[in-house]
Nanobody, 123 residues
Framework: QVQLVESGGGLVQPGGSLRLSCAAS????????MGWDRQAPGKQRELVAA???????NYVDSVKGRFTISRDNAKNTVYLQMNSLKPEDTAVYYC?????????????????WGQGTQVTVSS
């Protein structure tokens, strides 16, 4: 079993900051990439940021320069530092990981998601 558990969401005023964390645990052989999706009410889910095991990162245009994704490979944990938050950043944020579970001899990567954490940006 593999679990991804997020923390750090909440209510913040426009211009404020939040830091999300996500720890992966369970029977994990190797994690390739980790990232964050978000889904706002009435909108499609979108990938916000991703980071590979070697540290390469990618961001959706709307968060570039404001959000920073980082990762602690030893702890199987990914972080999302969100600065200069805007009301349009309000959404449920989901951690995701592409990994190989233990006990499976394969090069295929399996996708897992956390339960989500609410981020609300409002005055």
């Amino acid at each position: 079993q593999v679990q991804l558990v997020e923390s750090g969401g909440g209510l913040v005023q426009p211009g404020g900051s939040l830091r999300l964390s996500c720890a992966a645990s369970g029977s994990i052989f190797s994690i390739y990439a980790m990232g964050w999706d978000r889904q706002a009410p009435g909108k499609q889910r979108e990938l916000v940021a991703a980071i590979t095991s070697s540290g390469s990162t990618n961001y959706v245009d709307s968060v570039k320069g404001r959000f920073t994704i980082s990762r602690d490979n030893a702890k199987n944990t990914v972080y999302l530092q969100m600065n200069s938050l805007k009301p349009e950043d309000t959404a449920v944020y989901y951690c995701n990981a592409a990994l190989i579970p233990s006990g499976i001899v394969t090069t295929r990567r399996y996708d897992y998601w956390g339960q989500g954490t609410q981020v609300t940006v409002s005055s």
